[in-house]
């Protein structure tokens, strides 16, 4: 019952519909959805539907034109896509951003990330800042080993850190700058300067400065997140400037229609999962207000409430199935938060909970595209929405629903057509697929696939791609996918649950009562949340627990004493103290609550204990003898009073009522399927397979061989039966096609997972600089998930070669290693590591997996074997064709050393000056080939070696055929007898490329007349041109292909001897692997007039010595394309997302700017 006789409002505003929750008094409750923009009707659907409801309940009369009454409502509570929509439609207020002196590009520049590796248009995300204002100051930290004779001023920041004081703020250059931005209209100012995360005495004077002079919104970085890393942090405090005067002023025109607005009492849900008070809800951390109701919903029911029908306190997957895309989560017995997302091309740098979204949802576009069956990315969206809606959409995920008899129009309100009075179309719908049914046929050569198996075809590939996010969030964390239950909701979530459990092998499904409006449920079951949070640069050991124990006291009390102003009693009020914690000299810092305390940890418990064994089940080691330093301290306090307890259902005595039964088309086709409203259902109803629950809001499917039951609150429960995978045989079937093409490349993506997670270095776990590929029994690609475009295809060359050197002396429990240019080597800091697949009763690898990573250091003449100058090849670091890093299972360490240590042997050389991390790192790269085998013989244990090593054939040669086509396309429009470019490197010399194309689409690229090999280092191995070529060819085909062997498999490469594109054995070849490929690209690109030249450099910017290394790569800028201009300060073609960060190597530094 709602206290004190008041109502209870939960409401979660979301881009389309308005979802309410809303407590009444004496127990009732009721649910109510509005669309959330109705101009005509109403002007602001979360007040209307509150009026609507006092209004029923208490049977007065409430004009919507008057002001509400706050006497009757006790509090509300809100989720809104308000902030997101503003920055997805860059619609937030008008904001400066003020940065330290010489930084103004540096959030332009951002993090180089690439979310297209193949799209030509490149696009740098739009800044959310008009204006900037360099601000005249700096603060440089004081370190020991600093050779610049700093004599400034020092000063101490909140870390303990001590910095030198350069330049303090000028401040009459300030106010002269800052009333430049004033006369454009502009009073939201974004203020990020150097160092701020510990010394924020300079951003506070900019922000004082300000505000006197009228700036309405002032956010500083120190205050919105004091955490090192200026790119992040500097996003962060631009979302919030940016952001927060929208929130303000929707929150004023929500209040502005209430009564004695002093009375009213509103909380809105952050991103984190807590509720805080209207007055401190702020742009920066609103971003995921909406989903995180959904959150707080499945955690507090399906985990908490013990109603998973004996799978009691199993881990909760969250499955939040909407029109547009599906969010997943995972809950554990406490909130898995990150602190650091990006959204619509920002980063995010708050406390938020980990919710994956891929763009799979009911709106979901279908095609057929180069043998394939397609779903999504792009979606129908609102409007003009599915098929079946009647406004000329397209077919989607829905209309494929509805086909297959999963979807009843009886049961759907006539709000369809143009004129919003139509019921659900299926004669559109038909047609829709029909037409799509023939083109799938045609393409096949017959009429082999009826309409209803095409539409199955699509939910099935549907179903595969929201299997790959939940996989990530499982397996790529290093948790066993099946030992969850997962918890479905959002519009489209039950339609889907059995066949998502299913294929994830998860044997319980768990849908709540209120699962069509569980994000506005989840808010009245949500905690209010104050957090308390400080950066830190302490190492966690002995002498600094008191220190650490008085600063968790501190930001405790503060936490404690903000929930009490807000009525909370001292025993409703408890803080979860929380370090950030991460291994010197590393950068994957870890959030960790403690565990029990010892007599050797801080008083507020074991943070040691806890970091550790998140370490180990993140990435799969740890590093006993490496000191762990404290980034940060929080404190999360959260006021418990509003919690209640949900009514309970009436038990059934008598069998389910059922309603209507109707034809749903299964595997093996139409089968009679019972249709149950969920009002009339009792608990402890039982219904088996197949069958359809409906209520107002959501409709379930139970597939065959799985069984309902409804609990004591009206929850439903699904035992899901275990997977009858379809009889697949060997001859190309175009739907299996299409799941075997995803199966194979979330190998090689899951491969990419556990070596990111599994490695030491931050050149790999941060830079991402690593490919990890699936290849068939001789060597060809099979999938190479699209990591490094500079590895795309290059690793096929080292894994043939290995199967020619080694010939039968390949055995199970071998792995290999190699990184010479001769051997398929890109460049020698790229070390590729082979492991065959084997599988019983075959004599033979029937697989092959591998992964090529950048090493930070392997020797050489210069620390980062990266040198400059190098003329040989042994000057560049160590040299492998062919080692056996694993021999007969035992990882084979002291001959790595040996190998390791060799450079050391040549003048002027050095053995690897980290050979700790280069161990490290190949056991993770080991590891990542270990998991792509299991994965691999998983596959082959579901569909047979037959079948499984057929459908490799059938991607490659769909791979090829996308090429061919786009060949033959080209061959057409040639004026000539071939397509020719010349091109120059630096020094001159030519890389001169001509191109024939037959009608059949095959090509050859002689590269005859190229320059001879140089003396110094810009020579480039076969397989960096190979990569170049497939690179080019990838993007030009302009929609999703397979990388595979079959992309080349059209294309023949003639390359002249003794030229610079074939390097001797001994030739230098580090600079061809960054330079000389990025020309090859605008070469191949020049002939095919596709895009103007790149920038055809990495910049690579190298120093270091015997202690430590610093290697970054600037970013040059982008060539034109036909329907999109040229752009600066970008990264292009053959080189990753996020590489220019600069990285350290064995020796930390700050680098506050990065």
Not at 358 to 373: I, N, Q, T
Not at 676 to 683: A, H, M, R, S, V
Request: proline share 5%; glycine share 10%; with cysteine.
């Amino acid at each position: 019952m709602a206290a004190s006789g008041k109502f209870r409002f939960c409401i979660d505003r979301g881009g389309t519909f308005t979802d309410v929750y809303a407590q009444c008094p004496g127990g009732k409750v009721r649910v109510l959805k509005l669309l959330s923009e109705d101009p005509s009707s109403y002007p602001d659907a979360p007040r209307e539907a509150i009026r609507r409801i006092l209004e029923q309940e208490l049977g007065a009369p409430m004009p919507a034109n008057e002001p509400l009454s706050c006497s009757a409502i006790q509090w509300i509570r809100m989720g809104t896509t308000v902030a997101t929509n503003a920055l997805l439609e860059r619609k937030g207020e008008r904001t400066a951003l003020a940065i330290t002196r010489g930084f103004r590009d540096l959030l332009y520049i951002g993090n180089q990330s690439r979310p297209d590796l193949f799209d030509l248009t490149v696009s740098m995300p739009e800044t959310l800042y008009e204006r900037v204002v360099e601000v005249k100051e700096r603060v440089v930290l004081c370190q020991g080993d600093c050779q610049l004779g700093l004599s400034h001023p020092v000063v101490v920041g909140s870390t303990g850190e001590e910095l030198y004081e350069v330049e303090p703020v000028d401040v009459a250059s300030l106010r002269q700058d800052l009333a430049a931005v004033l006369a454009l209209g502009i009073r939201s100012l974004a203020v990020v300067l150097l160092h701020s995360y510990t010394f924020p005495a300079h951003e506070q004077v900019v922000g004082e400065v300000a505000r006197e002079m009228g700036f309405t919104h002032v956010s500083l970085s120190s205050q919105v997140m004091p955490m090192v890393r200026a790119v992040p942090r500097g996003f962060t405090v631009c979302a919030d400037a940016y952001l927060t005067p929208c929130i303000k002023k929707y929150v004023a025109g929500f209040t502005s229609g209430f009564k004695d607005k002093e009375h009213l009492k509103v909380l809105f849900m952050q991103s984190d999962g807590g509720l805080t008070p209207m007055n401190r809800f702020v742009g920066s951390r609103a971003i995921l207000s909406g989903p995180a109701g959904g959150v707080v919903g499945y955690a507090v029911t399906a985990y908490h409430h013990q109603l998973c029908g004996g799978c009691q306190r199993l881990p909760v997957i969250g499955f939040d199935m909407g029109g547009t895309s599906t969010d997943v989560s995972r809950y554990t017995g406490e909130y898995e938060h990150i602190f650091e997302s990006t959204v619509a091309g920002v980063v995010i740098q708050s406390p938020q909970l980990d919710i994956s979204t891929v763009a799979a949802g009911g709106g979901s576009m279908l095609c057929f595209r180069a043998g394939l069956f397609v779903v999504g990315p792009e979606s129908a969206g609102a409007n003009p929405g599915p098929a079946c809606y009647s406004k000329g959409g397209p077919l989607t995920v829905t209309d494929a629903n509805l086909c297959l008899g999963r979807l009843l129009p009886s049961y759907f309100p006539k709000i369809f057509g143009p004129n919003e009075d139509q019921p659900l179309n299926e004669p559109a719908m038909l047609l829709g697929f029909q037409r799509l049914t023939d083109k799938v046929n045609e393409a096949l050569g017959g009429e082999g696939l009826s309409v209803q198996e095409v539409a199955l075809g699509y939910v099935r590939v549907a179903v595969e791609s929201m299997c790959k996010p939940i996989r990530a969030i499982t397996q790529g964390k290093g948790h066993d996918t099946s030992s969850h239950v997962l918890a479905c909701f959002g519009g489209a979530g039950g339609q889907h649950a059995c066949a998502v459990a299913k294929a994830l092998g998860i044997s319980t499904v768990y849908i709540h009562r209120y699962s069509g409006i569980l994000s506005a449920y989840g808010l009245a079951l949500a905690d209010v949340v104050h957090e308390a949070q400080e950066p830190c640069a302490v190492h966690y050991e002995d002498s600094t627990f008191q220190y650490l124990d008085e600063r968790l006291d501190v930001l405790s009390r503060e936490c404690v004493d903000e929930l009490e102003k807000q009525g909370f009693k001292r025993d409703e009020i408890t803080t979860q103290p929380y370090l950030h914690l991460r291994y010197d000299k590393t950068d994957c810092p870890i959030m960790c609550a403690p565990l029990k305390a010892t007599e050797n940890s801080c008083r507020h418990g074991d943070f040691k204990a806890s970091f550790t064994q998140h370490y180990h089940c993140e990435f799969g080691f740890t590093i006993p003898n490496r000191a762990i330093v404290v980034d940060d301290v929080r404190v999360r306090g959260l006021g418990r009073g509003l919690s209640f307890q949900p009514h309970p259902l009436q038990e059934a005595n008598a069998p389910p009522v059922v309603d209507t039964v109707t034809q749903c088309y299964f595997e093996g086709g139409y089968v009679e399927t019972s249709v149950y409203l969920q009002e009339q259902l009792c608990y402890g109803h039982r219904m088996e397979g197949p069958c359809i629950l409906i209520d107002t809001n959501s409709t379930i499917l139970v597939e065959p061989g799985c069984v309902a039951s409804i609990s004591k609150h009206g929850d439903v429960l699904i035992e899901v039966g275990s997977e009858s995978i379809p009889c697949v045989g060997t001859g190309l079937d175009a739907i299996h096609l299409s799941i075997f093409s995803h199966r194979f490349m979330s190998i090689a993506e899951q491969m990419g997972r556990v070596l990111q997670r599994t490695s030491i270095s931050t050149n790999i776990k941060e830079r991402l600089d690593f490919s990890c590929a699936l290849f068939g029994p001789t060597g060809g690609l099979v999938a190479n998930a699209p990591h490094i475009p500079v590895h795309l295809g290059a690793m096929q060359e080292a894994v043939k070669f290995q199967i020619q050197y080694l010939g039968g002396d390949v055995r199970e429990g071998d792995v290999i290693l190699s990184n010479h240019p001769s051997a398929g080597g890109s460049h020698l800091p790229d070390l590729t590591v082979i492991t065959p697949v084997f599988y019983p009763e075959q004599e033979k690898p029937v697989f092959f997996v591998a992964n090529r990573g950048h090493h930070a250091e392997i020797g050489g003449i210069s620390p980062g074997s990266m040198p400059p100058f190098s003329k040989y090849l042994w000057q560049e670091g160590m040299c492998v064709k062919s080692f056996k890093l694993v021999q007969n299972g035992v990882f084979q360490e002291e001959g790595l050393v040996r190998l390791l240590e060799s450079p050391g042997t040549q003048p002027g050389s050095s053995g690897s000056r980290n050979i700790r991390d280069n161990i490290s790192d190949l056991r993770a790269q080991v590891a990542a080939n270990q998991k792509g085998i299991h994965l691999v013989r998983e596959l082959i244990d579901v569909y047979s070696l037959p079948v499984v090593q057929a459908y490799m054939a059938y991607i490659q040669e769909n791979a090829e055929g996308a090429v061919r086509d786009m060949l033959k396309e080209v061959s057409q429009s040639m004026q000539g007898p071939s397509l020719s470019a010349l091109e120059h490197l630096d020094d001159g010399t030519a890389i001169q490329l001509s191109i024939s194309i037959t009608s059949q689409g095959e090509a050859t690229f002689d590269f005859s007349g190229t320059g001879r090999l140089v003396a110094g280092n810009l020579n480039a191995p076969r397989a960096v041109t190979l990569s170049a070529i497939l690179y080019c060819l990838r993007c030009m085909v302009a929609h999703d292909v397979p990388l595979n062997q079959g992309c080349l498999k059209p294309v023949k490469v003639v390359i002249p001897e003794g030229s610079v594109l074939d390097p001797r054995e001994d030739s230098a070849v580090v600079g061809g692997n960054v330079l000389t490929c990025q020309r090859l690209v605008d070469v191949v690109f020049k002939a095919f007039a596709v895009c103007a030249a790149s920038q055809g450099c990495m910049n690579n910017t190298v120093f270091g010595d015997e202690s430590m290394g610093y290697y970054e790569t600037v970013a040059g800028g982008a060539g034109a394309v036909s329907v999109h201009g040229s752009l600066t300060h970008t990264h292009t073609h053959t080189w990753s997302a996020g590489a220019w960060l600069a990285w350290t190597q064995w020796c930390a530094h700050s680098h506050d700017q990065h």
